[in-house]
């Protein structure tokens, strides 16, 4: 069964950084394409950041340069890093694996989702 477990939201100060994790299950990790996505309440569910098997990383947005993916093979891991975070940055975190062979780069494209992480930035 494929699990993926998403981590290490929570509440922070604007300018503030965080590290998202998502632990993941169930499949050969290091084959398949990853993304985060997140969604605010009443918007629909949008792409952050894809990163493809062999590492490269596709921005979804030129503005979003604060985002940083990676991903730790041994942990089975996947990582998001946020940096100067902003209040528009408060959303629900989902991480994201891409159907076998396709890359998830907009909603159509995930086979599985995690629970998602909740990231709120506030003073």
């Known amino acids: 069964e494929v699990q993926l477990v998403e981590s290490g939201g929570g509440l922070v100060q604007p300018g503030g950084s965080l590290r998202l994790s998502c632990a993941a299950s169930?499949?050969?990790?290091?084959?398949?394409?990853m993304a985060w996505f997140r969604q605010t309440p009443g918007k629909e569910r949008e792409g952050i950041i894809t990163l493809r098997k062999v590492g490269i990383s596709v921005y979804a947005d030129a503005e979003k340069g604060r985002f940083t993916i990676s991903r730790d093979v041994a942990k089975n891991t996947l990582y998001l890093q946020i940096n100067s975070l902003k209040p528009d940055d408060t959303a629900m975190y989902y991480c994201?694996?891409?159907?076998?062979?396709?890359?998830?780069?907009?909603?159509?494209?995930?086979?599985?989702w995690g629970r998602g992480t909740q990231v709120t930035v506030s003073s």
């Open positions: 169930g499949f050969p990790f290091d084959s398949y394409c």
């Open positions: 994201a694996r891409g159907r076998y062979g396709v890359c998830p780069d907009s909603i159509v494209d995930v086979g599985d």
